[in-house]
Nanobody, 116 residues
C-alpha cells in the first residue's frame, strides 16, 4: 500500500505563494499519474494539476499560469508550486496517485487558506 504525506499548506495573503509537497512511501516510477486535487466547502472535488511518469502535465483552467506541478523521482515526491494565490484557491488540497497496476491512493489533505 502506498502512503502519501502532504505538507506545505497554510495561510497566505492574496498574491502570495505556497509550495505543497507530497511524499510517497515508495518509488514513484510505479505510478502512472500523480496529481493534486482540491475541494472547497460546498463544492465538488476538482483536479488542479497532474503529471504522468512520461512528463506530461495538465492543469485546471483556473490555475494555468499560476500553478506548476513537478516531481522528483529520486525523492519519491511531487510538488505543487502555487503563485499569485487568490481567495478562491482556498481549499483542502489532496495528493493523488494512480499506479500502473490500477490502484489509487489519496493523501489526507493539506489546508490552503488565502485571505487578507
Amino acid at each position: 500500500q502506498v502512503q502519501l504525506v502532504e505538507s506545505g499548506g497554510g495561510l497566505v495573503q492574496p498574491g502570495g505563494s505556497l509550495r505543497l509537497t507530497c511524499s510517497a512511501s515508495r518509488v514513484i516510477y510505479t505510478f502512472e499519474t500523480m496529481a493534486w486535487y482540491r475541494q472547497a466547502p460546498g463544492k465538488q472535488r476538482e483536479l488542479v494539476a497532474s503529471v504522468t511518469m512520461s512528463g506530461g502535465t495538465d492543469y485546471a483552467e483556473s490555475v494555468k499560469g499560476r500553478f506548476t506541478i513537478s516531481r522528483d523521482d529520486t525523492k519519491n515526491t511531487v510538488y505543487l508550486q502555487m503563485n499569485s494565490l487568490k481567495p478562491e484557491d482556498t481549499a483542502l488540497y489532496y495528493c493523488y496517485v494512480k499506479e500502473w497496476i490500477g490502484r489509487n491512493f489519496w493523501g489526507q489533505g493539506a489546508q490552503v487558506t488565502v485571505s487578507s
